[in-house]
């Protein structure tokens, strides 16, 4: 039910957005469709009973009451609780969707830590990865409308092979008033701790690994549980409906085109159909609508999380990589950048223009790569003795630095420079072996 439309705004182009306009599901015409046929019949309705109706009177008395709807209608701050509310929804939405329960970091540990290819071993690590998705059902029927029409009793979870006749006996004799989503989890850690104690599990660090795992999933569960039993609260929501609805009831009598002869301040025309308060609805209705189907994200509607889809895609999966997979694995060969140290895999014709150079830094290109040259009053003069390694920016050792006490720089007056306590003081000589000599003069 999820609608994607991601590689049609793969790349920003003219208009690019305009081709997601058309769309019919999931759209914005979908949901509110109804709602806005029913607001411009009842503005049509008012209209017609204001211009062919009402006597001379009322229709004084109706300008009235419209220009008084229009000038407090104004007041209610539909685009301040309205924006607070969809971003605590839409925060609320995509923190169930990261905490949707994956076994995929549990399959890797089990397949890779509980040993033993025969018979048994397949069927421990089998049985753990039910038991998971095991609990991942028993919440996704708790949370989720769909799961909970296509999983109806606990007979519907046996008959799927998610759980066995006898551990359905087992499952209910446990006296708890409480969901029992948990049960799974602790009969996951006993038959770990049990493999652990048989040798299958052939280290503690990997029994800790597994159930610190199993952990996280049961969080992840726990907490999708958390957000169907807390949800925001009534009031908030109460409120944000009554503002948006009580706006535009406001407007079905604030917004009508009024007789342009009594000169109404704002009413010189008489365009019979409200542009601007059509589109004020489909805006602020829409924004609610958005709020409406992203609060509960595991319903029916098309932009809702697909559950039943994945129970079935763990179910594969989990099966798959603990079973089919577990020590299965290709021979090892060269890769055929074995010789190559500047390992550059190809490019096709269609994608030679990604191929760029790497990024070394934003100062790159300001040029400090080269030292600058010597200020052109000065002379360098080097004399060096042969020696392993010669570093051009810099003395090497065993230098012999001769420089005069005082330095006159051209035009201008004498210079006297005081020491400094924290190096050597100028005109000293420091010798160091071997003696490579550097003699430096103004």
């Known amino acids: 039910m999820t609608v994607t439309y991601s590689s049609r705004v793969a790349n920003a182009t003219f208009f690019g957005f305009h081709r997601l306009l058309l769309r019919w599901r999931g759209s914005i015409y979908k949901l509110l469709y109804r709602e806005f046929f029913i607001f411009a019949l009842l503005y049509i309705v008012l209209s ?10 009322q229709k004084r008395f109706f300008e009235k009451l419209s220009l ?16 607070f509310y969809v971003t605590l929804v839409v925060n ?23 040993q033993g290819r025969d018979e048994y071993g397949r069927l421990l690590r089998r049985t753990m990865m039910r038991y998971v998705n095991l609990t991942s059902i028993l919440i996704f029927r708790s949370v989720s409308t769909t799961v909970c029409k ?52 052939q ?24 957000y169907d039993w807390v949800g925001i609260p009534l009031v908030y929501t109460q409120v944000v409906t009554l503002a948006v609805y009580t706006f535009f009831i406001a ?21 019979y159909v409200p542009i601007f308060t059509l589109l004020q609805f489909f805006f602020y209705s829409g924004w609610l609508k958005v709020a409406e189907q992203l609060i509960n994200p595991f319903g029916e509607d098309d932009d809702d999380f ?65 030292p600058p040259p010597p200020p052109a009053h000065k002379k360098t003069t080097q004399t060096t003795l042969n020696t392993p390694l010669n570093n051009p920016s810099r003395p090497p050792g065993g230098t012999v630095l001769i420089t005069p006490p005082v330095l006159i720089t051209p035009p201008g007056p004498l210079v006297v ?9 100028i005109g000293t000589v420091l010798i160091t072996p071997p003696v490579p000599l550097l003699v430096r003069s103004a």
């Open 68 to 83: 008084y709807c229009d000038r407090y209608a104004e007041q209610i701050p539909v685009t301040f609780i309205l924006g």
């Open 306 to 370: 697909e559950t039943n889809w994945i129970i079935d895609r763990n179910l594969q999966v989990s099966l798959l990589a603990v079973d089919e997979m577990h020590m299965n694995m290709p021979h090892l060969t060269r890769d055929i950048y074995w010789d190559d140290a500047a390992a550059q895999p190809p490019y096709t014709v269609a994608a030679a223009d990604y191929c760029i150079p790497s990024f070394l830094g934003s100062t790159t290109d300001m040029g400090y790569d080269t």
């Open 92 to 114: 609320r939405w995509w923190n169930q969707f990261i905490n949707l329960p994956w076994p995929d970091r549990l399959m890797f540990l089990i397949t890779s830590c509980v």
């Open 417 to 425: 420079r005081p020491p400094n306590p924290s190096r050597p003081p």
């Open 251 to 271: 407007c079905l009598i604030g917004r009508q085109f009024l007789d342009p002869s009594q000169g109404y301040p704002g009413n010189d025309l008489d365009l």
């Open 48 to 57: 017609l009973v204001y211009r062919f109706v009402l006597s001379v009177d």
């Open 203 to 226: 280290d503690s660090v990997d029994l800790q690994a597994i159930l610190k795992e199993m952990n996280k999933f049961r969080t992840w569960c726990s907490t999708l549980f958390g």
């Open 150 to 201: 296509r999983f109806p009793t606990i007979e519907h979870v046996v008959e799927a092979g998610f759980m066995t006749p006898e551990e359905r006996k087992l499952f209910e004799n446990i006296n708890s008033p409480h969901l029992k989503y948990w049960v799974p989890v602790v009969w996951f850690t006993n038959l770990a701790a049990k493999a652990r104690k048989e040798g299958r599990i």
